[in-house]
């Protein structure tokens, strides 16, 4: 009965968290327990277990008496976020080099082409945008540093997904992400260092312009440039 419960509070779980990743929720949604349980088919118990552990990540907001809504982002933490993923993913990146071999870049190179073809698609760009910087996290080989890594980009990806909604795709991301390749083929640890975290520090000042000029962002997700 206990792995039964533990398996509908992670399909809760997922479901909310997938939700707000990519938009379906956004920030001052109020959730309803039963409404999910029912999606999921499962009972209400699961679900309210699954909305505490979403609000311990800073996902959602549970107040007495009126449930559980998605709760927003402010400037600060989406620039506390991304400062935090600059040095944590430059990190990853200078410990995955000596896991980065030949199969490995062609991997990285067939991801980019796939963000190139999807350049005009938001949804699409941005899933596979987040799959080339978990793919290059994870041959780090550190769990620990994947996990927190992962949850950061959860955190803002809904923020990425509108903002490439309102503004043009800036024609550096494309320069920095193959400015990163250029340097993981060099082999250049400190090299490779500096062009992750260039990358993902550039995508605060119009994240930051954006936010200012009033366009709603979406929910914060406590787990992407």
Known sequence: MDRLLASAEQEAYDYVLQRIRNGAFRAGDRLIAEDI??????????????FRRLATEGLLLIRPNRGATVRGITVAEMREVFEMRAVLEAQAVRVALPHL???????????????????ADVQQWVTHHRNL????????????????????????????????EHTA?????????????HALRRG?????????????????????KLMADGVPLPAAVSRQA
């Open 101 to 119: 071999g030949a199969q490995e870049l062609r991997d990285v190179e067939n991801l980019l082409e796939r963000m190139d073809r999807h350049g």
């Open 188 to 208: 250049d640890p400190d090299e490779v260092e500096e062009a992750m975290r260039e990358h993902i520090v550039s995508t605060i000042p119009p994240l930051e």
């Open 133 to 164: 910087h978990e793919y290059l996290c994870g041959l780090s080989q550190r769990p620990r540093l994947i996990a927190q890594i992962a949850a950061l980009h959860s955190f803002v990806e809904p923020h990425m997904r509108l903002w490439m």
């Open 37 to 50: 349980a029912v999606a999921i088919s499962a009972s209400r118990m699961p679900v309210r277990v699954a």
């Open 169 to 181: 795709k800036p024609n550096s991301t494309e320069h920095d992400h193959h400015a990163l390749l």
